[in-house]
């Protein structure tokens, strides 16, 4: 009697077991946008441009209000993403351009998120802006991991958003139309998300990882003249400005003149607004929505490059500073989840986390070891609602520009340092962020325990690199 009470329970675990074991990983897709500040999406409180996709994107989704990125400019940023390492131990620790197109390679040594998820059986795109190692050199993105490449490799080249050429793996795509930035016609952007769009397209069929580092809105400020950028023409008031034009002997590398600025940058975030969007549609046209993660955020924050206003926009959302500091407004980003098999809807969480906690956490999702050498921790629990989630004693943060900086968040604690090449012991300015978000009123004198502190987490975590010196 036993012995048949006992069969529907085995079928039962055996049916349970088999549901498991087929069970598909998740495709995940990681945007990127580029110079986006905290306060420029509708989410976070922008109320001049139109963000829908991104506001329905954290409304169906999670919202993370306190996650970082790599640090305030681009390569050592992304970096600190692709390798899991903040950026006292990540290689690439500035915009070092290298001769004849790219920046400094990173390391073949170093493991990417893309080989990891590789080696799991993920296909792997990357289509946008590289800026981690020209074509064929160790920092190659086929070399890190990525099957497929599209786009920019060189961030300079990236400013020009009609560009002469673009690259296609290995081979040089030239754009005809644009001719030698004589004319403009083929924008770079809309090229990049029609191979993005097929990509999916392509890999409908098994797990993929989609790496999408956009380019919009970093300066140049450039649009197509088209419904997007009429809609916000004549919306705003308007100061010229004044760049290196496209035509014969144009530098590749400069920023175009925009009579309209503000209308200009508008259109910008609303037309990466719009690749969401798409991004989005395409996943529901193939039936891959429901388990596909799809997280936005951006690479630092906001820019004032070539003619772009982020005291206009408030686009540091009410933080201090910009791109290239290492106050909250050059380094908290926005950034949010969308999993609807996994992810519960309408959610906001305070975790701390920053952009090398993305390794850890893709690779857990992707059933692959996370490399040893990561800072990072994973944040599945928090996604996942589910379990406790680990927390980071410290963040850390540098940058190699302006003096050199050091940055550390401890709890509500955040540590400022300026000037640290001139002086590796220079005075450490002190926030407390659960009162003092936008930095105004530093009590370092009133805490000297927790500056003291603070400054052993920056000696521990920083690490010398002949190639990126102090600056």
């Not at 930095?439 to 052993?456: L, R, S, T, Y």
Request: hydrophobic letters at 35%; one cysteine or more; a negative charge.
């Amino acid at each position: 009697m036993k012995k048949f009470l006992l069969l529907p329970l085995l079928m039962t675990l055996c049916l349970l077991f088999n549901a498991k074991a087929q069970e598909k990983k998740p495709n995940i897709i990681f945007i990127l946008a580029d110079d986006l500040g905290y306060g420029d999406v509708g989410f976070n409180g922008q109320r001049l441009i139109n963000t829908p996709n991104l506001d329905r994107l954290a409304k169906e989704g999670i919202r993370f209000n306190q996650f970082y990125a790599g640090t305030a400019v681009c390569a050592p940023s992304r970096s600190a993403l692709m390798s899991g390492q903040h950026t006292g131990h990540t290689f690439i620790r500035g915009n070092l351009g290298v001769e004849p197109e790219g920046q400094y390679p990173i390391p073949d040594s170093v493991e990417t998120i893309a080989e990891t998820l590789k080696k799991a059986g993920y296909q792997t795109g990357a289509f946008g802006k590289w800026g981690l190692g020209p074509v064929g050199s160790e920092g190659d993105p086929n070399k890190q991991g990525f099957d497929r490449f599209y786009g920019y490799n060189c961030q300079s080249l990236a400013h020009r958003y009609y560009p002469t050429h673009l690259w296609d793996n290995s081979e040089k795509v030239v754009l005809t139309e644009n001719g030698d930035l004589e004319y403009h016609k083929q924008y770079a952007p809309d090229l990049i998300q029609e191979q993005a769009l097929g990509f999916i397209e392509e890999h409908k069929d098994r797990p993929f990882f989609l790496f999408l580092p956009y380019i919009l809105p970093h300066a140049e400020l450039l649009v197509p003249d088209d419904s997007i950028f009429q809609y916000y023409k004549g919306k705003f008031e308007e100061k010229p400005f004044k760049g290196f034009d496209y035509g014969k002997g144009a530098k590749s590398g400069g920023y175009a003149s925009q009579q309209y600025p503000h209308a200009t940058f508008a259109a910008m975030v609303a037309r990466l607004d719009l690749y969401v969007g798409q991004i989005e549609e395409k996943l529901r046209s193939l039936g891959l929505d429901e388990n596909t993660l799809i997280i936005f955020t951006s690479d630092n924050g906001p820019h004032k490059e070539g003619g772009a206003d982020p005291t206009f926009f408030q686009s540091s959302g009410g933080l201090r500073g910009i791109k290239r500091d290492l106050y909250e407004g050059g380094i908290r980003v926005p950034f949010v989840a969308k999993w609807p098999k996994a992810i519960r809807v309408g959610q906001q969480s305070e975790f701390i986390g920053a952009f090398w906690d993305i390794f850890p956490t893709f690779a857990e999702l992707g059933g692959a070891a996370t490399a040893a050498s990561t800072d990072g921790i994973s944040f599945v629990n928090t996604l996942k609602g589910q379990g406790t989630q680990k927390q980071h004693e410290y963040l850390y943060w540098e940058f190699h520009e302006q003096g050199s900086k050091q940055a550390v968040r401890y709890g509500k604690w955040k540590g400022v340092r300026l000037n640290v090449k001139a002086d590796g012991g220079a005075p450490i300015e002190l926030y407390d962020l659960s009162v003092d978000r936008a930095e105004k009123n530093n009590i370092a004198f009133q805490h000297p325990e927790i500056v003291k502190k603070i400054a052993g987490f920056m000696q521990e975590a920083h690490t010398d690199n002949p190639i990126f010196p102090w600056e």
